[in-house]
C-alpha cells in the first residue's frame, strides 16, 4: 500500500528529545513529519517500515490515519500537513543535489 | 506404493484444515487490526491541540498627504489590524483526522501437489553352454598263441559331454516421489471506518434561530 499517514502514539511522559528521535527515525526510514502533535507526531511513512517505527521503546502505537474532510479543520490540517511536506521534500532535493 | 494408492494420497490431502487454518489466520489478523485501529482512534480521540478558530484582519484606509513641488497629493493607504481568535482547545478526531481500518478483501489459496510413481523392471539373462567330445581308438595285433585264435581286434570309444547352465536375475525398482508447495495471497485494503465505532458528531449552530443541529 506504500505512503500512509500514520499517527505515532508516544509513551506518556516522553521528552522533546525522545519525539525528536522518533522524528529523526522516521525521517532515516524515508518518511515525512506531518505535524506534531502533544502525543507524538502525524507522519508519512512507506508501510513496511512501520515495524521499525514501532520497535522504538518510547513508542506506544503507530496507527494509520484518514483525514476525514468533513472535520471541523480538516482543510487547516491539510494545508499544514502540506507546508511540512513541502519544506521537507525540497530540503531533501536540495541536500541531495548537493551531493551529487 | 503403487499406483493405486496415488488416489489415496490426493485424498488425504485435507483441504478443509488448510482453508479452515488461512480463514482463522485471517479472521485473527483482522481481530488484531481492527483493535489497533480502535486503539489509534483512542489516541486521536485525547490528542488535544490549540485551535484558532479565526483571525481577523481589518483593512482601514487612511489617506496620506504627500508633499511634491507641484503641491501636496493625498494618496491612500491601508492600515492593518489584526485580531486573533481565542484558541479552542480540540481533539485531532474533531479536527479531521480517523483511524484507518483495513479489510481482508479477498484470499487465495493454491496449492500445487507433484506426485511421482515409477516402475523400473531389469531382467538379465546369462547362459551357458559347454561341449566335450572324446574319441577313443584302440587297436590289438595278436601274437603266439593268440595268433590261433583270431586276427588283430580293436575298440573304438566316442564319450560325449554336455553341459549348459542359465542363469536369469530378475530386478524390480519401485519409486515414489511426492511434492507439495502452498501459496496464500491476501488482499488487505483501507476502508470507511464502521460507522458503530466512529463517535457521532453532534453540532448545534446557536448562530441560527431556532439554533442548528446537524450530525455527521
Given amino acids: 500500500m506504500a505512503m500512509q499517514m500514520f499517527l505515532v502514539g508516544m509513551n506518556p511522559g516522553f521528552s522533546q528529545e525522545t519525539s525528536r528521535d522518533v522524528q529523526h527515525l522516521v525521517k532515516k526510514h524515508g518518511g515525512f513529519i506531518l505535524m506534531v502533535t502533544r502525543n507524538g507526531p502525524v507522519v508519512a511513512l512507506d508501510d513496511s517500515r512501520v515495524g521499525a517505527i514501532q520497535a522504538h521503546p518510547q513508542v506506544r502505537i503507530v496507527g494509520g490515519v484518514t483525514l476525514n474532510p468533513k472535520g471541523l479543520a480538516a482543510e487547516r490540517l491539510q494545508r499544514i500537513f502540506t507546508e511540512n511536506l513541502m519544506k521537507q521534500a525540497t530540503l531533501a532535493r536540495d541536500v541531495k543535489q548537493q551531493e551529487q | ?216
Fill in chain 2, 1 to 216: 506404493m503403487s499406483f493405486l494408492n496415488m488416489g489415496q494420497e490426493l485424498q488425504d490431502i485435507k483441504f478443509g484444515d488448510l482453508i479452515l487454518s488461512m480463514a482463522s489466520a485471517i479472521a485473527e489478523s483482522q481481530t488484531k487490526l481492527d483493535m489497533a485501529s480502535l486503539n489509534t482512534l483512542k489516541v486521536l480521540a485525547h490528542t488535544k491541540f490549540d485551535f484558532i478558530p479565526d483571525i481577523t484582519e481589518v483593512l482601514s484606509p487612511v489617506p496620506k498627504l504627500v508633499i511634491t513641488d507641484r503641491g501636496a497629493i493625498t494618496v491612500t493607504g491601508v492600515d492593518v489590524s489584526s485580531t486573533v481568535g481565542d484558541p479552542v482547545q480540540m481533539t485531532l478526531l474533531q479536527a479531521g483526522l480517523t483511524p484507518t481500518f483495513y479489510q481482508f478483501t479477498e484470499s487465495d489459496i493454491e496449492i500445487v501437489i507433484s506426485l511421482k510413481a515409477a516402475v523400473s523392471t531389469d531382467v538379465s539373462v546369462d547362459s551357458g553352454f559347454e561341449f566335450d567330445d572324446t574319441l577313443t581308438t584302440e587297436l590289438g595285433f595278436g601274437g603266439g598263441i593268440a595268433s590261433f585264435f583270431g586276427g588283430p581286434s580293436g575298440k573304438i570309444t566316442n564319450t560325449t559331454h554336455f553341459a549348459a547352465h542359465v542363469n536369469v536375475t530378475t530386478q524390480t525398482k519401485y519409486s515414489y516421489e511426492a511434492q507439495g508447495a502452498a501459496t496464500l495471497k491476501t488482499t488487505l485494503k483501507p476502508v470507511a471506518p464502521p460507522a458503530r465505532v466512529m463517535p457521532k458528531f453532534i453540532s448545534v449552530n446557536a448562530f441560527m434561530n431556532p439554533p442548528q443541529v446537524t450530525m455527521s
